[in-house]
């Protein structure tokens, strides 16, 4: 695996992220195209403490104490219960911006990990620690899919009465 460049990739992630969310009002940030799907802050906010409490601290178990049990959390739930929606997308943007960092420093700082090493998942499974370093740089992947979805329903939904057909496939 080539961890520099994941790592790199990382870091580029996080200006996309914020480039996602530039010039978004709260309107916009609020707005969900269905009432069970997400809004952009909601994909922020869920970033921000993806970034802290499964990634970096789940890599960290992996990596260092591979028998330990790994930190729960509950990714679908947090939405509700920790009121996301009604947050503020700037502030949800700086907290994750601030974890990325965090998260590429330590990387950055880990002395010849093995990324081999072995750990089981609470819901029974194995996960090698370069399958959760992997997975981490793929979640970024699926929401910035996400935030562009969202950005284009906005569009379609709300900014226009007209057509976007013209512009291509979705």
């Not at 709260?26 to 499964?54: F, G, M, Y």
């Not at 950005?151 to 976007?164: G, M």
Request: charged fraction near 30%.
């Amino acid at each position: 695996m080539d961890v520099a460049a994941v790592i790199t990739r990382m870091r580029a992630n996080a200006d996309v992220f914020a480039a996602l969310c530039r010039d978004v009002d709260t309107k916009q940030a609020r707005w969900k195209p269905e009432p069970k799907r997400w809004s952009i802050l909601e994909v922020v906010a869920h970033l921000a403490d993806e970034e802290v409490e499964d990634f970096r601290a789940r890599l960290d178990v992996v990596l260092h104490r591979p028998a330990d049990p790994w930190p729960g959390i509950d990714p679908e739930g947090w939405p509700l219960s920790r009121r996301y929606n009604e947050g503020d997308l700037p502030t949800a943007l700086a907290r994750f911006l601030a974890a990325r960092s965090a998260s590429i420093a330590w990387l950055e700082s880990l002395d010849a990990p093995d990324w081999t090493t072995e750990s089981t998942h609470p819901r029974g499974f194995t996960l090698r620690a370069g399958d959760l370093l992997t997975s981490w740089l793929a979640h970024d992947i699926i929401h910035i899919r996400q935030i562009d979805r969202l950005h284009r329903a906005w569009l379609v939904d709300v900014l226009s009465d007209y057509s976007a057909e013209y512009a291509g496939p979705w």
